[in-house]
Nanobody, 126 residues
Framework: QVQLVESGGGLVQAGDSLRLSCVAS????????MAWFRRAPGKEREFVAA???????SYADSVKGRFTISRNNVENTIDLQMKSLNLEDTAVYYC????????????????????WGQGTQVTVSP
């Protein structure tokens, strides 16, 4: 079973950039589609970005053009580069793994993901 640990969260100002990282242990990530989700205060968990085994990506409309998801199967890491952060990006960000039978699979629904990290807090101030 793969274990995921996120890092890189923090307090930033609106307009700033931040890079989140997710390190996997236990199994290689090459067999997994990976994603980032977030949960803002008082809101449901929502999809942010996903990347398939062969590096195809999907993004939520709210982050498209500002966030970039990437993966490094050698280092077993998934990154989320976030730019032009705004107040609505404040949330706990979670890394998730989906055992994907197909190379280009990258689900956007949370229930498709089998493994979750503990989350990292991102707070954007005015």
């Amino acid at each position: 079973q793969v274990q995921l640990v996120e890092s890189g969260g923090g307090l930033v100002q609106a307009g700033d950039s931040l890079r989140l990282s997710c390190v996997a242990s236990g199994r290689t990530l090459s067999n997994y589609a990976m994603a980032w989700f977030r949960r803002a205060p008082g809101k449901e968990r929502e999809f942010v970005a996903a990347i398939s085994r062969d590096a195809f990506t999907s993004y939520a409309d709210s982050v498209k053009g500002r966030f970039t998801i990437s993966r490094n199967n050698v280092e077993n890491t998934i990154d989320l580069q976030m730019k032009s952060l705004n107040l609505e990006d404040t949330a706990v960000y979670y890394c998730a793994a989906h055992r994907a039978p197909f190379l280009s699979s990258r689900p956007v629904l949370a229930h498709a993901y089998d493994v979750w990290g503990q989350g990292t807090q991102v707070t954007v101030s005015p």
